[in-house]
Nanobody, 128 residues
Framework: QVQLVESGGGLVQAGGSLRLSCAAS????????MGWFRQAPGKEREFVAA????????SYVDSVKGRFTISRDNAKNTVYLQMNSLKPNDTAVYYC?????????????????????WGQGTQVTVSS
């Protein structure tokens, strides 16, 4: 059974940092891409960042470029999202997801419906 377990959320002041973790179990992610999405109250789920496991290729939404960094640890089957210079509008529930259908030469996808499994989410709250 596939499981994605997120951790690392919390309350931080604007300008602060948090690191989210997502540990995958139940199936190898070596051929997959893993993404981070977020959903604020009353808004649609939004792509944040993704990484292709085998190559390390990454994608980011423009609003987080230069502030957030996605990375992975092969030995731990874990993907991370380092979030620096946090802003109040980064406040949301953050979800990780895995895409096993990504073609070998394709870049990570940005649409939520293109991902196969999801974690339970972790709350990130940035106070002003």
């Amino acid at each position: 059974q596939v499981q994605l377990v997120e951790s690392g959320g919390g309350l931080v002041q604007a300008g602060g940092s948090l690191r989210l973790s997502c540990a995958a179990s139940g199936r190898s992610v070596s051929s997959a891409a893993m993404g981070w999405f977020r959903q604020a109250p009353g808004k649609e789920r939004e792509f944040v960042a993704a990484i292709k496991w085998i190559s390390g290729a990454t994608s980011y939404v423009d609003s987080v470029k230069g502030r957030f960094t996605i990375s992975r640890d092969n030995a731990k089957n874990t993907v991370y999202l380092q979030m620096n210079s946090l802003k109040p509008n980064d406040t949301a529930v953050y979800y990780c997801a895995v895409d096993w259908r990504l073609p070998p030469l394709a870049r990570p996808k940005v649409r939520p419906d293109e991902y196969d499994y999801w974690g339970q989410g972790t709350q990130v709250t940035v106070s002003s």
